[in-house]
């Protein structure tokens, strides 16, 4: 953010005469969000469905845990195969189908030389995203054939052979970056076949400075018709970019895609740029910011989705006390660093007190975007993957918002009808049962958490072509299947 900037806002943080705002400033909030999440009426059955080849970090630098597969997406390939793809961050690409067949791999981003580059920080780093083109198997469209994937990267000039961690120090010190956020766009000579051959293209690159809060979600609307805006453009969401507080300040710049979700059309780059700018892009045209930003000020959306009628879901991992839910709203600013949740950060007027949060300004003179959903970390810790029910599985959660917390590995869930940012809704926790006995996922699936302490499931959410619902934890390397229970 630009000094005056910063400056407008500090001063709007301390206009105001309410009781909370003291004479020495605001007083921070010891727990901004009281009541627990109580557990929903709706029990589901986790059946086991297909599990991830076994997999290795290429390095253990400290706080790397100890996941079994560090499967993080499952989703459908769109050529009405049934086939459904998911992703190791260790670099590997698997194929399935809705019967659970075994996984073969389809892509081994060790075995292109494309500078895949995860053992800084296993994890956080790696192969983090994949989207197929609508057009995949539309033979003689544009698409035909085409999908992309996010990883990260050994920075650009550098090469894509890193021999080792001082090579990396080394390579950070010259250049001041870290590791780079890529996209490549890959062409399928057969999209039918199970194993990819073809070539890559790079389509986008960003360097950053950590090792964390990186490329997330890309993903192409799936409900956008031919001939619709939305349709075949790529949106894809990127962290701050990295380590905590937001020091660069990324958040509330324009100028940097960080912090930040992006909107590209994939297949139609010109003299600047290896992919096309839509012209409906909120920011297009303006010489003070990034024409791909499509919304900003987002600590790291590692997930988005969209509802049937059009509505994103987007995700936001918070820093030390509230996770979000967003709508998507075209230019919107969600905040960060100056907000987390529906609550002021400290940035700006009391440095001592970072890592809580305070009572809002009476007065934003940001427009912000709140959530339409949060919680705290007594709840749980980060938030994961979600996406409106709309399959025909479970009659009682259609038309909900079901979304993760990765760490406790909890499922929560929200009415969608009349969801308003600033009008958080309350969250209830959907209840599950692993063979017949109702249990907590964390005393099923877990591994050591070194973040925290204690254990962590390290769960996501996968979904099929016919909208039904995937658990994926990284503690044991499962695909699980979401079913109604027997009776219900």
Not at 221 to 242: H, K, M, R
Not at 253 to 266: E, H
């Amino acid at each position: 953010m630009r000094a005056t900037a910063l400056s407008r806002t500090v001063a709007a943080l301390l206009v105001g005469s309410v009781a909370a705002f003291a004479e020495e400033g605001p007083q921070p909030l010891p727990n901004p969000l009281s009541d627990a999440i109580p557990k929903g009426d709706i029990v589901v059955a986790a059946v086991p469905f297909v599990r991830a080849p076994k997999s290795t970090d290429p390095a253990k630098p400290v706080g790397t845990n100890d996941a079994y597969a560090r499967i993080q997406y499952l989703m459908p390939i769109p050529d009405g195969s049934g086939r459904l793809v998911f992703n190791d961050l260790r670099g590997f690409l698997y194929v399935t189908d809705a019967a659970g067949r075994d996984p073969v791999v389809y892509l081994d981003l060790h075995a292109q030389d494309v500078g895949f580059y995860n053992a800084a920080y296993p994890n956080e780093t790696g192969l983090l995203g994949f989207a197929f083109h609508p057009e995949f198997s539309d033979e003689g469209q544009p698409g035909f054939g085409k999908f992309y994937t996010a990883f990260t990267a050994v920075p650009a000039g550098f090469g894509s052979n890193l021999e080792d961690d001082a090579l990396r120090q080394l390579m950070f010190y010259v250049s001041g970056q870290d590791q780079g956020d890529v996209i490549l766009e890959w062409t399928a000579a057969d999209p039918a076949a199970d194993v990819f051959e073809g070539s890559p293209r790079e389509v986008f690159r960003i360097e950053q400075f950590a090792v964390t809060h990186n490329i997330g979600t890309v993903a192409f609307n799936p409900y956008a018709t031919e001939g619709s805006p939305d349709y075949g453009l790529l949106y894809a969401s990127i962290g701050d970019g990295g380590s905590a507080n937001d020091p660069e300040e990324n958040g509330q710049d324009l100028a940097t895609p960080l912090a930040a979700i992006l909107r590209i059309d994939p297949l139609n780059g010109g003299e600047k740029r290896a992919y096309g700018i839509p012209g409906d892009n909120p920011f297009a045209g303006r010489a003070d910011a990034a024409p791909e930003i499509w919304a900003y000020g987002l600590r790291h959306a590692q997930h988005f989705s969209w509802d049937e009628d059009g509505r994103m879901f987007i995700n936001d991992i918070g820093q030390d006390q509230i996770e979000e839910v967003n709508l998507g709203i075209p230019g919107g600013n969600y905040g960060w660093r100056l907000r987390e949740g529906t609550f002021a950060t400290a940035f700006g007027w009391n440095a001592a007190k970072v890592g809580q949060v305070f009572p809002l300004p009476p007065v934003d003179e940001e427009l912000f975007v709140y959530p339409v959903a949060q919680y705290d970390h007594d709840e749980g810790y980060a938030i994961g993957s979600g996406f409106v029910y709309r399959g025909a599985a479970i009659p009682a959660l259609r038309g909900r918002y079901v979304f993760a917390d990765i760490t406790r590995g909890r499922i929560f869930t929200i009415e969608t009808d009349e969801l308003q940012p600033g009008h958080p809704t309350p969250i209830e926790e959907l209840r599950l049962s692993f063979d017949g006995v109702e249990r907590e996922l964390i005393d099923v699936a877990r591994f050591g958490n070194t973040y925290h302490g204690g254990f962590r499931a390290d769960l996501r959410l996968g979904l099929d072509a016919a909208g039904e619902l995937y658990l994926l934890t990284k503690a044991d390397g499962w695909i699980r299947k979401l079913v109604a229970m027997p009776g219900s």
